[in-house]
Nanobody, 121 residues
């Protein structure tokens, strides 16, 4: 069973930076897409950034130019560098991966446990 372990959340002042990490445990699988979502209180979960297996990235408009998603395939880890943070970035951030086990053809989705990011004004 694959587990995603997130780290790097916390409290930061507006204008500050944080770096989130999400590492997938286990072996014998290939990861396709890696993503970061966030969910603020009373709001729906939204896709923040995504990165494909060959490094193509996409961002929601509100974080373009401030956040950078990257991945280390050897370590099965995805990162989210968050700069120029704003109070409206406050949310629980979740990582997501979809992967295929070497023994099969189907892709499966896995979620991290979430990490709180709080930006004070």
């Amino acid at each position: 069973q694959v587990q995603l372990v997130e780290s790097g959340g916390g409290l930061v002042q507006a204008g500050g930076s944080l770096r989130l990490s999400c590492a997938a445990s286990g072996s014998l699988f290939s990861i396709r897409d890696m993503r970061w979502y966030r969910q603020a209180p009373g709001k729906q979960r939204e896709l923040v950034a995504s990165i494909t297996s060959d490094g193509n990235t996409n961002y929601v408009d509100s974080v373009k130019g401030r956040f950078i998603i990257s991945r280390d395939n050897a370590k099965k880890t995805v990162f989210l560098q968050m700069n120029s943070l704003r109070p409206e970035d406050t949310a629980v951030y979740y990582c997501y991966v979809d992967l295929r086990y070497y023994s099969g053809r189907n892709y499966y989705a896995y979620w991290g446990q979430g990490t709180q990011v709080t930006v004070s004004s």
